[in-house]
């Protein structure tokens, strides 16, 4: 159940104008309108090889890990990164090294709850689940791009530019 506080309207500060804020009232939509992405789920024996090749396979950023059809993890392509830096065992469970009870969202909630929740907990992707916890979809921050272009494309796309000013020294070494 949404909290008071998520339906209030959400204000998103568009086009990097100071002072500027655009009200978009998102509390009605679900986020089903956000094109979330199928969900792929492995079990918690899966190894990180075989993890990596379905990332790679299917083009994705995000594998949830699924006991008896209900999440119990996720493993991101962050977590990918830190276990190639640290030379981590490609032939452990993906269990050891997954992100427990991940964060999730209700699949009736709105397209404001899932923003608020993405970027208060600074997620790209969160499962999206029903009540006895199975998934449903993957929302993700692209998704919810989309979603603002389509339903707002004249908030968008008539913002000012923003004028940079020239830069005098060459950036990097």
Known sequence: M???????????????????????????????????????????ETTVREVFERLKGEGRGSILVCRDGALVGIFTERDALRIMARGGNLDAPIESVMVRQPATIDAQATVAAVIRQMSS???????????????LGVVQVSGIVHYLVEHFPKTIYNQPPVSHPATKQREGP
């Open 2 to 44: 949404e909290r008071a506080k998520d339906l209030a309207p959400l204000y998103l500060p568009l086009g990097g104008c100071s002072g500027v804020n655009l009200e978009l009232n998102l509390t009605t939509e679900s986020v089903t309108q956000a094109s979330p992405l199928e969900p792929v789920c492995v079990g918690p």
């Open 121 to 135: 907990g600074g997620y790209r992707r969160l499962p999206m689940v029903d009540g006895g916890q199975k998934p």
